[in-house]
């Protein structure tokens, strides 16, 4: 760990922490445009994944996530656990695009799940919460039969307003971002780095060099690496 690269940690009061799928996949969740992701081997995953599948085939739906998208058995890893220390010293917040629940479990306080969640789920009929643990038995709800479904956001489906206005208002008010595990090429999220403080430094750690198209310190390096050296 380079001391300066230390030193903008040390000094920043609003981090904000933009993220995806490369913070999970030391956990154990594959990513999903890698030559081993999700979308490589499956051609319809983004049918799959869509509003218009769980509405005109649910049962096609429900397999395809339970079988694809859950891995309740996955830990939190150090990139987890260092920056949920630093929500928990309220000086970072989280954006992340993973719906994983692993931040959760790390136990980050300051955190926008901007894809939602597939550990939260809900019943389309009564809008009622339901345990995870029920809909990966059974996809209907035992209180009215509906059908469950997870709160995450589906192809097709618009964001949750809130999420954008915290993720936008955390941008605003960050003196350094640091985005990691994330080509930064899905929208709306990839669109957050125009609503940054012009004067928050950008720290990109990724294995993949980035272009993002704003003055960026890239650390092109394996993010476990970066964040078991990073002091918190």
Known sequence: ???RLQKLFDDATHIVFLTGAGVS???G???????????TGHHNAEYYLSHACLAKEPETFYQYVKQNLYYPDAKPNVIHQKQ????????ATVVTQNIDN?????????????HGNLYKVYCQVCGQPADWHDYLKDPHHEVDGGWL???VVLYDEGLNATNIQRAVGAMAAADLVVIVGTSMRVYLFAGLLNY?????????????????????????????????????
Request: aromatic share 8%; net charge negative.
């Open 196 to 232: 940054r403080n012009a004067k928050a430094p950008v720290v990109v750690i990724n294995q993949e060099k980035l272009d993002l198209g704003v003055p960026i310190e890239m650390v092109q390096a394996d993010a476990t690496s970066f964040f078991n050296e990073l002091q918190v």
């Open 29 to 39: 969740i594959p990513d999903y445009r890698s030559k081993n992701g999700l979308y």
């Open 84 to 91: 949920a220390a630093l929500t928990q010293q309220n000086r």
């Open 25 to 27: 996949t030391p956990s």
């Open 1 to 3: 760990m380079e001391a």
């Open 149 to 151: 479904r997870p709160d």
């Open 102 to 114: 692993l931040y959760r479990e790390a136990g980050c306080q300051h955190l926008v799940e901007f």
